[in-house]
């Protein structure tokens, strides 16, 4: 079986993701709309549900979930 680290995957606030206030579970730095490198519509239930983001700082991919 496949080892998943849970920081690949975390769930933010919306609001609080556009506002900058999310931080990246690797450095700690903030990431925001602009780190986005893909939106993901496959995750109900509000577009977008999800994004990939790439930490400008350290340079780690990892999905935020959108719970609002
Ligand atoms: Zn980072």
């Not at 496949?2 to 609001?15: F, K, L, P, Q």
């Not at 903030?30 to 577009?47: F, I, Q, Y």
């Amino acid at each position: 079986m496949a080892v998943t680290d849970s920081r690949r995957r975390i769930e933010v606030d919306r609001h609080a993701f556009l506002e900058y206030q999310i931080s990246c579970p690797y450095c700690g730095a903030k990431v925001g709309p602009r780190a986005v490198t893909r939106e993901h519509l496959d995750v109900p239930p509000n577009p977008p549900y999800a994004a990939t983001v790439k930490c400008p700082k350290c340079g780690e991919i990892f999905e935020v979930l959108f719970r609002s």
